[in-house]
């Protein structure tokens, strides 16, 4: 199979056109639930192996709050969306309505604000993708894990990274009405082989 990473300056714009759409709806849809304007920048799009993203999230004991969804339809596989564990706390307080620092555990209404924040941004992401080789995405019900990241990873690895030797990352960046720093995330897609194939076919512009 060709390593992905070898992609060509155009075919990493192809993939950076597309997460820089499903950014732009998230962002839509994140201003729409705050009443406060929300811009998503789309930094950089990788082609990674799953054991590599550890370089992105930092050392593993870092505290991260990942939201992970099934990618059901014509392509299949896993979503996760990583949160450094200071980035998720200012996400509730912005859909929360809290003051900065406010938020200081992970409750039931947090949780559930995390995995809305999650879905949302996951179904913008596969929708754009969906639109882009018209082919049907389907996201699954999100579930939340908070933990060090290197168990969160270690177990992703264990679980789903057996057949899937690529993933895409997209570094997400959230500017906020009113906030004096930008937040962070990273969205990942896993998916499976023959979907990974079917995502390089897209994309291939030779």
């Known amino acids: 199979m060709v390593d992905l990473r070898s992609l060509s300056e155009l075919e990493r714009d192809a993939l950076r056109e597309v997460a820089n759409i499903g950014a732009g709806h998230a962002a839509t849809a994140l201003s729409q639930m705050t009443n406060r304007t929300i811009m998503i920048a789309v930094p950089e799009v990788n082609v990674r192996r799953l054991e ?18 099934h990618m059901m339809g014509d392509l299949t596989g896993r979503t996760m969306v990583i949160f450094p564990d200071s980035s998720a706390k200012a996400v509730c307080d912005i859909l929360l309505h809290r003051t900065p620092g406010k938020t200081d555990t992970y ?21 754009a993708l969906s639109d882009f080789m018209g082919m049907m995405l ?47 995330g990273q969205f990942l897609l896993l998916p499976d082989l023959p979907s990974l194939n079917a995502i390089f076919d897209a994309i291939r512009l030779d």
């Open 107 to 127: 409750n039931d209404m947090e949780r559930s604000t995390l995995r809305e924040t999650g879905n949302i941004l996951s179904s913008a992401y596969l929708n």
């Open 52 to 69: 590599e993203v550890a370089e992105l999230v930092g050392p593993p004991d870092t505290v991260i709050a990942a939201v992970l969804m």
């Open 138 to 184: 389907v996201p699954s019900v999100p579930s939340l894990v908070v933990d060090l990241a290197g168990a969160v990873l270690t177990t992703t690895y264990l679980n789903f990274g057996h057949d899937r030797e690529f993933i895409f990352c997209i570094d997400t960046s959230f500017r906020v009405e009113g906030a004096d720093e930008a937040l962070t």
